[in-house]
């Protein structure tokens, strides 16, 4: 489910005293140490809920004094008189932060999870530093990613996709995933992953016409029998240990079929 890991970053501009940590990971001691020991951390910054990117929040607050913030409250506290940009609150969509010299946008970006967000960060008045996106688990290194339970929605996931592609930064411009390798053109991972959602929504809809499924049409919770079935002919070449996940998935494109968010 993490692949090689979860990826916690270490981000700040040359030169800049402090740093801002994106998800500082499960409760390892060793890892939070280690991020700790990086140097001054100003900001603590949360992608969304997954404890493999939180589990080890409270510890690394107490390691290093820093406020943290996420979209959801439950992440954020404040800290010790941090840089600006490191105020308590949730994260707001479209927020620009001024951190350890760096300019931080915040993307709200639900799907994966409703409090996923991504970051742009680049240098302010330094282009040759370039610009980056830290998309968490909304695009990963390789694979693609489970739309989770209660909360995923492959309608918000399509909808963060498609504003991902349409951003207004240079072309090609690098991915920093929660899980996976550098992905040296962000573009193209969500162009690849449009493509897939897309034969994923069409395999479902075979599915269903093939075991003579016709969804629910009220508001009711769709019957275990129901997602069992096509999760079992869509994805009958995974590892059984990955079955939850892909039965999180087409609950969220059932959903989708529905018409419901």
Known sequence: MTLDGTRSYVLRAPGAPGR??????PDLAPHLTALADAGP?????????????????ALFRELTGAPSRGVSAEFC??????ADGSGAGPLVDGEVL??????????ATPGHTA???????????D?????????????LGRGTT??????GSLR???????????LDLPDPVPGLPGHGPVLPDLRAAVHAYREHRTERLDQVRSALTALGVTLPDDEGPLPDAVLDAVTGAVYSDVDASVLPAARSSVRAQLEYLRGRP
């Open 115 to 125: 409090d996923s967000a991504c970051f742009v960060v680049s240098v302010p008045g």
């Open 98 to 107: 001024e951190v350890a010299g760096l300019r931080i946008e915040v993307l």
């Open 77 to 82: 506290a404040p800290g010790g008189g941090a």
């Open 156 to 166: 918000d996931y399509l909808a963060s996709l498609d504003r991902l592609s349409s």
């Open 127 to 139: 282009p040759a530093s370039g610009t980056v996106v830290l998309t968490g688990d909304t695009v």
């Open 41 to 57: 951390v100003d900001l603590v910054l949360v992608t969304h809920r997954h404890a493999d990117h939180t589990g080890g929040l």
């Open 20 to 25: 801002v940590v994106v998800d500082p990971g």
């Open 146 to 151: 489970v739309l989770a339970e209660p909360d």
